[in-house]
Nanobody
Framework: VQLQASGGGLVQAGGSLRLSCAASGRTFSRSAMGWFRQAPGKEREFVTSISWNSGSTYYADSVKGRFTISRDNAKNTAYLQMNSLKPEDTAVYYC????????????????WGQGTQVTVSS
């Protein structure tokens, strides 16, 4: 699976962005998808994940109620809708594919996109 993340940008606090992760390869529809982020000087952290059939979703406490993950297997694309953005959401966001959506460890995801920058100004 090859992944291409897009949709990042500069937004004011309280605003919204939608990230997309386009996948190539026939295994996308059988893979869990996750979003991670990494801020300068910090380790990469789990944001959210979704199972292959959209039946299960998981969120970090810091984004619950503000972010929504979804996927469209017909389009081989996963999405991350981010609302009520805060300056602390500023980071490079990465999409990843792996075997289990309940896994929040980055090491369990075998395929990664190149990252897209999200900057939230106060």
């Amino acid at each position: 699976v090859q992944l291409q993340a897009s949709g990042g940008g500069l937004v004011q606090a309280g605003g919204s962005l939608r990230l997309s992760c386009a996948a190539s390869g026939r295994t996308f529809s059988r893979s869990a998808m996750g979003w991670f982020r990494q801020a300068p000087g910090k380790e990469r952290e789990f944001v959210t994940s979704i199972s292959w059939n959209s039946g299960s979703t998981y969120y970090a406490d810091s984004v619950k109620g503000r972010f929504t993950i979804s996927r469209d297997n017909a389009k081989n694309t996963a999405y991350l809708q981010m609302n009520s953005l805060k300056p602390e959401d500023t980071a490079v966001y990465y999409c990843a594919a792996g075997p289990q959506a309940r896994n929040s460890l980055a090491s369990t995801y075998g395929y990664w996109g190149q990252g897209t920058q999200v900057t939230v100004s106060s």
